[in-house]
C-alpha cells in the first residue's frame, strides 16, 4: 500500500471518529489492511499501527508472541548476553595470547595425566580380569571336564566385581577425553576470539 493510500485511509478513519482519538491500522486474515478507532478482539494480538490525526504513525505495537516465540527470545537475550560477558572476562582475565596458551597447556597437562592414569588402572584390570577367566575356566560351566567342580562364589564374584571397575573405568575414561576435546576446543576459540577483539593478527 502506498503513502497516498495510507493517508487517505487514515484520513476516512479521522473524519468519522474524530480529531482526538488514535488511528489504528491492522491486517486481517485474508491479508486485507484496516484502519479503524479501535482493534477487533480477533486480531488484538497482532502487530498494530498507531496513528496520529495527521496521519503519520507515532507507535508500533509488537504482536503478542507465543511462549515458544518468547522462550527463543530470551534465549537469543541470554547468548548475546553471555557472550558479551565472556568477551569482558576474555579481556580483563588475560594480558596476553600467550598467557592464555600458557593457562591451556596446564589444564590439557592435567587431564592427559589423569587419562594416562586412567588408562594404566584399566591395563591393570584386563590383566586381573584375564586371571580370574584363566581360573574359571578350570571350573563348571567353562570347563569341558564332566569332573570339573562347580566355580566357587568367590571366584564369581571376583569376575562381576572386576568387569563391572572395567566398565566404570571406560566410561571414566571415555568422559576424560571428552573434557580433554572440549577444552580444547574452547581455548581454540578463546584465543581467536582475544585476538579478534585485540586486533592480534
Not at 487517505?8 to 484502519?35: F, S
Not at 541470554?78 to 557472550?83: E, F, I, R, T, V
Not at 571336564?145 to 571414566?172: F, H
Amino acid at each position: 500500500m502506498t503513502a497516498a493510500l495510507v493517508l487517505l485511509g487514515t484520513a476516512c478513519v479521522h473524519a468519522q471518529t474524530g480529531g482526538d482519538r488514535k488511528l489504528y491500522k491492522w491486517v486481517d486474515a485474508q491479508g486485507q489492511v484496516h484502519y479503524g478507532d479501535h482493534v477487533p478482539d480477533e486480531y488484538a494480538n497482532q502487530e498494530q499501527h498507531v496513528f496520529n490525526r495527521q496521519g503519520v504513525e507515532v507507535d508500533r505495537i509488537e504482536a503478542q508472541k507465543t511462549p515458544e516465540q518468547a522462550a527463543a527470545e530470551a534465549q537469543r537475550v541470554q547468548a548475546a548476553l553471555d557472550s558479551r560477558n565472556r568477551d569482558r572476562n576474555l579481556v580483563s582475565t588475560y594480558a596476553s595470547v600467550d598467557e592464555i596458551e600458557r593457562l591451556r597447556d596446564q589444564r590439557l597437562g592435567l587431564l592427559s595425566d589423569q587419562i594416562k592414569v586412567a588408562t594404566q588402572f584399566l591395563d591393570i584390570l584386563h590383566g586381573r580380569l584375564d586371571k580370574l577367566r584363566s581360573d574359571a575356566s578350570h571350573f563348571k560351566p567353562y570347563s569341558d571336564n564332566p569332573k570339573a567342580s562347580r566355580m566357587p562364589d568367590a571366584v564369581a564374584e571376583d569376575l562381576a566385581r572386576v568387569g563391572s571397575d572395567i566398565r566404570t573405568q571406560e566410561d571414566n575414561l571415555r568422559q576424560k577425553r571428552a573434557d580433554q576435546a572440549a577444552l580444547q576446543s574452547q581455548f581454540d576459540a578463546d584465543i581467536a576470539r582475544y585476538r579478534e577483539l585485540k586486533g592480534i593478527r
